[in-house]
């Protein structure tokens, strides 16, 4: 079967790699046949050749991992060891391996879940990342009448814009630099801040903080602070992007004198999370039509991943299908 190997930096190979069978299920396994596929902005890392952590990444160049590192998938099931997936089912989620990139995927069962049939391989793949920013709001405090601040404005952080508008905030503000004026208003954003965090910082007005910021930008360090330093008295920040570092220095004094709260996590529950994203687009019909704005196909995926190394104002979420 086909696979995708990072054999260098932001180098991938085609490769033939020995079929997976139902015998190599491991328990409440499923093995799906590759659909679609969904570039994170944490794949990102590995592509340009950073050593990550998982227990395979040993290769010398990359990672040189079979498959990896896509782990936002669709696929149809092959064959199942989980009572709540069946052979036929389509099921939208984590390629728990971090191997989605491959023609058939061993996934755990837990971690995926069906879809609305209406819903294009393309477009359906985007339920992944909504779950996970549906999780994060449900750890924050409800945002009905709250000004929520944003920052970075991808894939993650325009979700984040669109479902804090969703939920009632009373204004939500985007800060980036890439121009997102044309998809600002479509995506619930009420204050377009074409800067970095620090420059929107150093020129906020105490009366003008929000009363929770996301960090939606991660791979760095600087940002979370920024967030903290924007957060109003009381306020709450939520850490989301993916942490390269395994410390983060912050204000400890800004976090105390201003009686702040700092979250992040993981997302748990994902099945449910799957599930909920799924009625979210489904009340939300126009949300990932708009969302994924460029779909590539399982021979095109240098290029899609090329695309979405660099920054482009016209491109939000990328697909790869077969």
């Known amino acids: 079967m086909w696979s995708y190997r990072l054999v260098a930096p932001y180098t991938f190979e085609r490769v033939d790699i020995p079929e997976k069978t139902p015998e190599s299920l491991g328990d409440r396994q499923v093995l799906v046949r590759f659909l679609a596929a969904g570039v994170c902005g944490s794949d990102l890392p590995g592509f340009r050749g950073a050593k990550g952590r998982l227990p395979g990444d040993t290769g010398t160049s990359a990672a040189e991992m079979d498959g990896f590192p896509i782990h936002e998938i669709v696929g149809e099931v092959v064959a199942s060891r989980h009572r709540s997936h069946g052979t036929g089912d389509r099921v939208v989620g984590w390629a728990s391996g971090f191997d989605g990139m491959m023609e058939y995927v061993a996934a755990d069962g837990d971690g995926l879940a069906p879809y609305d049939q209406a819903l294009a391989p393309e ?39 669109y479902a804090a508008k969703a939920s009632g905030a009373r204004r939500v503000t985007g800060v980036d630099p890439i121009d997102r004026d044309a998809v600002a208003t479509e995506f619930g954003v009420d204050t377009v801040v074409r800067a970095t965090s620090d420059r929107w910082v150093s020129h906020l007005q105490p009366h003008d903080k929000p009363d929770i910021v996301i960090e939606a930008v991660g791979h ?44 992040s996590g993981v997302t748990l529950d994902r099945r449910r999370m799957l599930c909920a994203a799924n009625e979210f687009a489904r009340d939300h019909p126009d949300l990932l039509p708009a969302y994924v704005t460029h779909t590539f196909g399982v021979d095109q995926v240098q290029d899609a991943f090329e695309l979405a190394a660099r920054p482009a104002r016209e491109r939000i979420k990328i697909a790869i299908v077969s």
Not at 235 to 255: E, H, K, L, N, Q
Request: proline share 4%; aromatic share 8%.
């Open 220 to 263: 760095q360090v600087a940002t979370l602070g920024h967030a903290i330093e924007a957060a109003a008295l009381g306020g709450t920040v939520f850490y989301f992007g993916v942490a390269d570092d395994d410390s983060y220095p912050i204000s400890m004094r800004t976090m105390l004198r201003n009686n702040l709260t700092l979250k």
């Open 123 to 161: 477009h359906a793949v985007a339920l992944q990342p909504l779950a996970c920013v549906l999780y994060a709001l449900e750890q924050l405090p409800k945002l009905k009448g709250r000004h929520v601040a944003v920052i970075g404005q991808g894939s993650i952080g325009l979700l984040f814009s």
